[in-house]
């Protein structure tokens, strides 16, 4: 399992998804960073979200649809 994480520089706290690692997250970070750009927001994946302090707090979402729209919502 691998955690799918959205951050905005800027801020305290990040979206963090979990999920299965392969081709299909690496398709879902392309499709974010073609939409929102790089307007301060990180789209990372990492393994334990307790090695990863920098990101915390972690608020977790429930799927993937859920993790794409709180991402989207970051740039604003």
């Known amino acids: 399992m ?3 994480v959205a951050k905005n520089k800027n801020r305290r706290g ?3 998804f979990k999920t299965q690692s392969g081709t299909h997250i ?5 499709q ?14 990492v393994s334990r979200p307790t090695a990863f302090g920098e ?4 608020n ?3 799927s993937e649809s859920e993790f794409v ?3 989207k919502e970051l740039t604003k």
């Open 14 to 16: 990040c979206f963090a």
């Open 55 to 58: 990101y915390a707090p972690y």
């Open 32 to 45: 974010l960073y073609k939409e929102i750009g790089s307007k301060g927001i990180q789209i990372v994946t």
């Open 26 to 30: 690496a398709s879902i970070k392309r």
């Open 69 to 71: 729209n709180k991402a």
């Open 60 to 62: 977790f979402v429930q």
């Open 2 to 4: 691998i955690y799918l």
